[in-house]
């Protein structure tokens, strides 16, 4: 896979070079003078070789049982297991998140191919009567082809094998480009794939620029499936390409999630839920709690609750244990959030704690910023309606329940919400008005559970899901069949009697 700390390209089973000949080095964002790897500046003819290779191996995957699919993936789980400490700091200097949070991200991946290696054995379909006498009628699930996947930085290996796995059961072939940043989880990923059994071609890894690659990992006529986790504004792109020639996209993109807390929440348990949703992962999740609704009678405690446990939080390198934030994934991600903080100040927004970079010692070597709480946001500023993923969190108060819900839903996206409240109407009436597609009870917005449907509504999604058994209709179709064993032609809708 590697000389020294360069990887390569997997590609028909092969670990090789970019034709291009170029390499890109990824450094630790807690400590820049770290470099972590280097990775193949690929081109669309590495892309063009990996498509060849998943379309060449397409045509013998299909027709492999899925229980057996399913029991190679059950291998992938069980080693991914025995490789989930050395996984999970590879990530932490890949991309920052804490120590902790790593090791959940490889366990999501666990979790997610032990599911779907049990899918093996089930992807059921249905029998029902036939309106004929003499006639049997049922639907399979057929698979799609060579599916690409683009993938974001945030979740390294859990995102990517929420695509790659219930990809794989169905009988489809793939080709993942990882995030610029995160390559080397799923080339730890690729590696584990490559030693338990999983034919070559059946998935390759063509690592580079979504910029630079995107149009040929889309455009080739081979490619039916294209699985997008990232930003709207490039989501939007991807739709657009997939479009003429009708390929499913399956878009999971930005949020602006938000969490209410009524005048009858068990406080304590709010600020914490507040505490983890937004700064959990530095803010950058897709389910992080960037908007706080708070009950007017309340905010102020919450408030000073909140941004006390926010100052107290040890910020620095995820490898260390005691500590609780890390870094921002990169420059440009740092500035983005700084600016931001610049924009919610002009905004008249009241900067309650944090509101700048870390500076000293070892922060000089890193994208750190302190957590970020602003007070008194109102509904026409940027930072309550712009997605800024960082540790940057916007409150504002309501008098009811439904002006809670009206603000809540007063966003473009629409991935995850939360209500804390001890009141179960409220709570019931929450769940049934926020509009997105993720919802909890006494709980923060992020947490989700493999074995649930995952994903957004409005422009966070595109009425796809991934996770649960909903992947799967991702990642295959419906063939109806009807078997007519009468021996005479039986028309239906028409030999009624
Ligand atoms: P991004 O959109 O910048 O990049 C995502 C991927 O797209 C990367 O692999 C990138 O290289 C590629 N890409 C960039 N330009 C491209 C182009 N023109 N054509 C094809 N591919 C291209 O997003 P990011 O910064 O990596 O991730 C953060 C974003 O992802 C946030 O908006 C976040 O909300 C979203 N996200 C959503 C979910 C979800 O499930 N809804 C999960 C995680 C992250």
Redesign the pocket.
């Given at each position: 896979m590697k000389a020294s700390n360069t990887y390569k390209n997997y590609i028909g089973g092969q670990w090789v070079e970019s034709k291009s000949g170029a390499t890109t080095e990824n450094r630790n964002p807690a400590n820049t003078d770290e470099v972590v790897g280097v990775f193949q500046k690929s081109t669309a003819e590495d892309v063009q070789a990996a498509i060849d290779a998943a379309a060449e191996a397409y045509k013998k995957w299909r027709l492999v049982p899925a229980p057996k699919r399913g029991e190679i993936l059950y291998n992938v789980a069980a080693r991914l297991v025995a490789e989930k400490e050395r996984c999970a700091r590879e990530m932490t200097r890949e991309m920052g998140k804490i120590i902790d949070e790593t090791r959940g991200d490889v366990q999501e991946a666990i979790d997610m191919t032990f599911y779907m290696a049990g899918e093996g054995r089930r992807l059921f379909g249905v029998t029902t009567p036939s309106e004929l006498a003499n006639k049997f009628n049922m639907t399979v699930r057929q698979p799609l082809g060579v599916c690409s996947f683009?993938?974001?930085?945030?979740?390294p290996m859990a995102?990517p094998a929420w695509k790659i796995m219930p990809a794989l059961v169905c009988g489809n072939t793939v080709v993942i480009?990882?995030?610029?940043d995160t390559p080397l989880s799923v080339a730890n990923l690729m590696k584990v794939m490559e030693e338990e059994g999983v034919p070559p071609g059946v998935v390759n890894m063509v690592t580079g620029?979504?910029?630079a690659?995107?149009d040929s990992?889309?455009g080739d006529d081979r490619v039916r499936v294209v699985s997008?986790?990232?930003?709207?504004?490039?989501?939007r792109?991807?739709s657009m390409a997939c479009a003429p020639k009708f390929k499913h996209s399956c878009l999971?993109?930005?949020?602006k999630n938000v969490q209410i807390v009524m005048d009858d929440a068990d406080l304590g348990l709010a600020v914490e839920g507040a505490l983890w949703g937004a700064f959990g992962t530095t803010g950058q999740?897709?389910t992080a709690t960037s908007r706080i609704v708070c009950h007017h009678d309340v905010v102020d405690k919450f408030i000073s609750m909140l941004a006390k446990r926010a100052e107290s939080l040890n910020v620095g390198n995820g490898l260390e244990e005691s500590v609780q934030m890390g870094p921002c994934i990169n420059q440009g991600q740092l500035d983005t959030v700084l600016n931001y903080i610049e924009i919610g100040k002009k905004e008249s927004a009241r900067l309650v704690t944090g509101g700048e970079k870390l500076t000293g010692g070892a922060y000089d070597k890193g994208f750190f910023v302190k957590p970020t709480i602003f007070a008194e946001v109102t509904r026409d500023m940027r930072i309550w309606k712009e997605?800024i993923?960082g540790p940057v969190l916007s409150v504002t108060t309501c008098s009811n329940l439904d002006e809670a819900i009206e603000l809540a839903n007063d966003t473009i996206y629409g991935?995850s919400a939360s209500i804390y409240t001890r009141d179960v109407n409220k709570a019931y009436t929450a769940m049934r008005d926020v509009y997105t597609g993720i919802f909890y009870v006494n709980a923060p917005t992020i947490g989700a559970e493999t074995h649930l449907p995952?994903?957004?509504v409005k422009e966070?999604?595109n009425g796809h899901r991934?996770a649960a058994t909903a992947a799967l209709d991702v990642f295959s179709e419906w063939k109806s069949v009807y078997v007519d064993f009468s021996g005479a032609l039986q028309r239906a809708q028409i030999d009624t009697e």
């Open positions: 683009i993938t974001p930085w945030n979740f995102i480009k990882p995030a610029t620029s979504g910029g690659l995107g990992l889309i997008f986790t990232g930003s709207t504004e490039v989501g792109k991807v999971e993109m930005g949020g999740r897709c997605e993923f991935l995952f994903g957004g966070t999604g991934e």
